[in-house]
């Protein structure tokens, strides 16, 4: 998926909202579990719910890894699953020596059919632009990340300014506004004013709304640009809203919240 | 596995040698792609003809994820197909907020049993210490890579010093030299010295001997420390040493030689 088709889905669904699929069998609900394939069932419920809100799926590989070859089946099936017109994402969080960020990029971009992938910056340049020889697919690079330890090594700054900074003022000239994003944290909303400083232009993909903490209305006041730029996810406050068999109406209902929060947004674009 | 049991497999089989199973469908002898399994029977060749000189194998995840469920398959085969004495690395390069990190821990340690599992530094402590959670698992932690982006970040320095060494600075006091250890590229062993100045104790997993450059009297002339300290890993040098019937016993003869040089090195221990 390129930009343009990208902004158009924004604009026609008045959302900038991507659920997060970190699908944990222990916390779906007790009901599914007689099903044959209840992940694959939960990961399709919700889905079917939120597709209409979301214009974007982030699915947490770490989730799908851990069941092993069934896992890496059930990923397979549920990005399937996904309408064509819905940004995806493998949230792999990859990155390493050229010969085999390419073995990566072929498992999300040719094996599967993602759009996107997020990707660690530590090893640098070689270990991110494999990623990029497939036509309109996505780096998601990690900048600066909501987690506590976000803080031991991101914050290391030398006359260039901090880690984070330089990570996008580099790669920005290893990719373009057409094929790189950024993961940054919405647990500090003041600094996606800096942030925006460096990208005017990126998509930003901000995880740790909800659960996580940091509000939807800090995250748009400082990072909104005037093509929106930003891809606001939400993973637990949505998929487990509910816990009973109406859980997937309940995870519409958190999206269609946000998503109504988003609208506001989107119209004055325009 | 403990670190006296590495110490005492390194001292038996005279080695510190690690073989790098980086198996490429597109590399493998011609005449194995009639086999109902070419990989998992390369992969078995090749355990078959080296573990006499290998203390360890490390198998690259990207090889074996490129092939979606069918590739996990064939990693979860071969490493059961690992002699139980032999310290095994999945080579993920993974990293991620504590509660998915837990679960890619999951993967590795629970789902399949390595004994340790590569780390990239980047989301710091969080990412880092859920991987501790199961006994005498360890966490290779990036530290200084051997490719040419390694520079891009690993160098940038403030007052408390360059991000590599922050890294292995911090990280030392998360973990300790019985469940930690460093990846620490070989193009550059005077940085050796400076390494077992912050890590006396650590053991380093060192790729980039044999295709990506440094020769092992470099290393091991900075890197040694008095339980060896050391793991060298090669790769390509060894499994694609021949490419006919015969490449198992190349593999072994590439295998020896490197063995037999370290050799000299464990004799000296004792």
Redesign the interface.
């Known amino acids: 998926m390129n930009r343009q088709e990208l902004v158009s889905n924004i604009k026609k669904k008045k959302s900038f909202l991507c659920v997060g699929l970190?699908t944990?069998i222990q916390k779906i609900p007790k009901h599914l579990l007689s099903n044959e394939n209840p992940i694959l069932a939960f990961n399709k419920a919700i889905i079917d719910a939120t597709k209409e809100y979301a214009v974007s799926y982030k699915l947490?590989i770490?989730?799908y890894?851990?069941?092993?070859?069934?896992?890496?089946?059930i990923l397979?099936e549920t990005l399937n699953y996904i309408p064509e017109d819905i940004f995806t994402i493998s949230?792999a969080?990859?990155?390493?020596?050229?010969?085999?960020?390419k073995?990566?990029a072929?498992?999300f971009f040719?094996?599967?059919n993602f759009n996107s992938v997020t990707v660690?910056?530590?090893?640098?340049?070689?270990?991110?632009s494999p990623f990029w020889t497939y036509d309109n697919k996505w780096v998601i690079l990690?900048a600066l990340?909501s987690?506590?330890?976000?803080?031991?090594?991101?914050q290391?700054?030398?006359a260039?300014g901090p880690?984070y900074k330089?990570?996008m003022e580099?790669s920005a000239t290893w990719g373009s506004k057409n094929n790189l994003m950024y993961v940054v944290g919405a647990t500090r909303p003041e600094m996606f004013k800096e942030i925006r400083a460096i990208a005017p232009d990126h998509f930003l993909l901000v995880p740790g709304v909800g659960a996580?903490g940091g509000t939807l209305e800090d995250v748009c006041q400082y990072g909104l640009n005037e093509d929106i730029g930003l891809l606001i996810n939400s993973s637990r406050g949505i998929i487990y809203a509910g816990n009973g068999p109406d859980f997937a109406q309940k995870a519409a209902l958190e999206a269609k919240k946000l998503q109504e929060q988003m609208e506001t947004y989107v119209n004055k674009l325009s």
Not at 65 to 73: M, R, T, V, Y
Not at 147 to 154: A, E, I, L, M, T
């Open positions: 970190d944990d947490n770490a989730f890894e851990c069941l092993g070859a069934k896992g890496w089946e397979e949230d969080k990859r990155g390493d020596i050229g010969n085999t960020s073995m990566y072929k498992a040719e094996n599967m660690a910056p530590y090893m640098g340049q070689d270990s991110v990690l990340t987690n506590k330890g976000g803080d031991d090594f991101q290391i700054e030398d260039n880690l330089q990570v580099k996580q």
